[in-house]
């Protein structure tokens, strides 16, 4: 079945990086483009970044261009996320997505991990 | 950026009734690229809807979705327990995409 278990989450100090995972598997993840979402504790969902499945595009909500990249490795079935000069408001669960649909631009997130906390605090 | 609107904030009803959630977008969703999540407490979200009116597999057809255009419409007819949750419209149509703020539906 379709699993996503995210990593990497943990405290870090504002300005400093921390780099995210995602491993997946039960689907060929050379075929789906996959997201990054994220949510501040007892807030909304808020969609971060997307790769589309050959790693050709890449596109990014306004507050995390210039400072997040996301990345794939097809040959280990691992999605990331690096994360620079972080702020406090970057706290939140981080989940990755897949898209429902294979190889389409235009998909919503059918399957998605269980998330990890990223806590950015002094 | 496409900006959605979802009302009311909270939805409180009895098992058996009817729940009518609404996403309004600051724009036209491309080609009707609207998607419902629910997400109950720590848990993910889980997809329902897409494409405005599809539902997704293993949800039931006492879910529903309607609308096109800029006004976009979740129903769930004959309320259940395991319904209770936070339910969250999607655009996919244009980057950035975006995320309603959610309504939460209470069974008293």
């Known amino acids: 079945q379709v699993q996503m278990v995210e990593s990497g989450g943990g405290v870090v100090q504002p300005g400093r990086s921390l780099r995210l995972s995602c491993a997946a598997s039960?689907?060929?993840?050379?075929?789906?483009?996959m997201h990054w979402v994220r949510q501040a504790p007892g807030k909304g969902l808020e969609w971060v970044a997307v790769?589309?499945?050959?790693?050709?595009?890449?596109y990014y909500g306004d507050s995390v261009k210039g400072r997040f990249t996301i990345s794939r490795d097809n040959s280990k079935n691992t999605l990331y996320l690096q994360m620079n000069n972080l702020r406090v408001e970057d706290t939140a669960v981080y989940y990755c997505?897949?898209?429902?649909?294979?190889?389409?631009?235009?998909?919503?997130?059918?399957?998605w991990g269980q998330g990890t906390l990223v806590t950015v605090s002094s | 950026e496409i900006v959605l609107t979802q009302s009311p904030g909270t939805l409180s009803l009895s098992s058996g009734e009817r729940a009518t959630l609404s996403c309004r977008a600051s724009?036209?969703?491309?080609?009707?690229?609207l998607a419902w999540y629910q997400q109950k407490p720590g848990q993910a979200p889980r997809l329902l809807i897409y494409g405005a009116s599809s539902r997704a597999t293993g949800i039931p057809d006492r879910v529903s979705g309607s609308g096109s255009g800029t006004d976009f419409t979740l129903t769930i007819s004959r309320l259940e327990p395991e319904d209770s949750a936070v339910y969250f419209c999607?655009?996919?149509?244009?980057?950035?995409?975006?995320f309603g703020q959610g309504t939460k539906v209470e069974i008293k």
């Open positions: 997505a897949r898209d429902l649909g294979s190889t389409t631009s235009h998909s919503p997130l059918g399957y």
């Open positions: 999607q655009q996919y149509g244009n980057s950035p995409w975006t």
């Open positions: 724009q036209s969703v491309s080609s009707n690229y």
């Open positions: 039960g689907f060929t993840f050379s075929n789906f483009g």
């Open positions: 790769l589309s499945y050959d790693g050709s595009n890449d």
